[in-house]
């Protein structure tokens, strides 16, 4: 049975914080819902009601043009090793990067990576937990390095040159100002 919560009590960011991925569900107005897991160090609940999350390079950037239409997000976290429950963290989020004044103290937060793209700030007017009974078992093996690696080697000039290349539209051709007013 699903229960509803206006904010994160400490058992829920007990369980948040054991969870080694989470999903992010956003969508604009029109055009597609995008659901993407996220792993690695990058979320932190920062107070009942608000969890921030950083993002890193990656091959789509559809958070942050979906964000700029609507600025309604979803994170999802499912118990795949112990506890069975499935938590959901829904409200609104403004999008941070790199350029902007609260970025640096937010990004502090987090290992250093040169690939942060964004920080999303989410304030949540929900919490749903439920069951999670179906979830399967799933053992936490080790984070996959992978992407810190691939950034650290691309420098923060060879991300920039990704970044223009390949994540100034969404899949639906949204803007994702991940360059601010020069996007095209």
Known sequence: MAKQFDSISADHRQFIEAQHIFFCGTAAAEGRVNV??????????????????????????ETAAHLAQVNRMTLMWCGFE??????????????????????????????????????????????????GFAVPFFDHKAPREVLRKWSEDKGPDGVAAYWRERNLNSIDGLPTHILGDTDA
Not at 36 to 61: F, Y
């Open 36 to 61: 993407s897991p996220k792993g690695m160090d990058s979320l932190r609940v920062l107070d009942p009601n608000r969890i921030v999350w950083r993002n890193l390079t990656g091959s789509g950037n």
């Open 82 to 131: 112990t506890r069975p429950m499935i938590l959901r963290a829904y409200g609104s989020a403004r999008t941070l990067h790199p350029r902007d004044h609260a970025f640096a103290e937010l990004n502090a937060a987090f290992p250093p990576d040169p690939g942060a793209r964004q920080i999303y700030d989410l304030t949540v007017d929900l919490v749903q937990t439920s069951c």
